[in-house]
Every structure is written in C-alpha cells, then in structure tokens.
C-alpha cells in the first residue's frame, strides 16, 4: 500500500497538511463569513481550549491561509481574516456542508 504524503505529490494529503485536523477547517469556515476577533472565534467554538485555538490561528497564518492585523488601541484589537488563499477554499467548504448536511446530519 502506498504512502500517500506530499513527498508523492498527492494533491489531497498536502491539502490536508494545510487544513486537517479537528479545528482548522472549522475557524477558516468561520472566518469565510468575515473578519473575527480572537474572542468571536472562541465564543462560536466553544470546545477549542484558549492554547489550542492561538495555535491553530498561527499555523494558519504561518500557512498563508489567514491574516493577522493588531491594532495600535488601548486595550488591544487583534483581527483575524481569511487570505486570497484562505477565501480560495470557499467552494470546497461549501461542497463539504452539502454532503454533510446530505449524508450526516440527515442521518441523526
């Protein structure tokens, strides 16, 4: 059985490098509807732990995927919002709630 990594070139595992795991597709859908504050992306998930959440926000930014603004204000605001890149993931965040809505939540 192969290997499918990356290194293969296998177009959906370097996707899911970027994107798998429990929480990095949900904080970039739920920036797909626009900028966020860390404290909004919090409250909308509210199973994330405060550690977790920080460190999926920067390996997404690190990724290119999401943008960070901190603003010079007392007390400090920090913005969250979706890349080109990030927004390039619309139509596959869209395919993915039809088919969940169609094949998993309708099954509940």
């Known amino acids: 059985m192969a290997n499918f990594n990356t290194e293969v070139d296998c177009p959906i595992a370097a996707t ?3 994107i798998g795991g429990r929480w990095k597709t949900i904080i970039l859908f739920y920036l797909s ?3 966020k504050r860390f404290g909004e992306i919090s409250v909308r998930i509210p199973t994330i732990s405060r550690k977790v ?3 999926q926000l920067r390996e997404l930014e690190r990724d290119g995927l999401i943008s960070r603004k ?3 204000e007392i007390p400090p605001r920090v913005e969250y919002s979706l890349t080109e890149l ?3 993931l619309a139509p596959v ?3 993915m709630s039809i088919w969940g809505k ?4 309708k099954k509940r």
């Open 16 to 18: 899911l490098e970027l």
């Open 33 to 35: 509807s626009g900028k």
């Open 53 to 55: 959440l920080t460190q």
């Open 70 to 72: 901190q603003y010079k």
């Open 86 to 88: 990030g927004k390039s």
């Open 93 to 95: 965040f869209k395919e």
């Open 102 to 105: 169609e094949n998993v939540l």
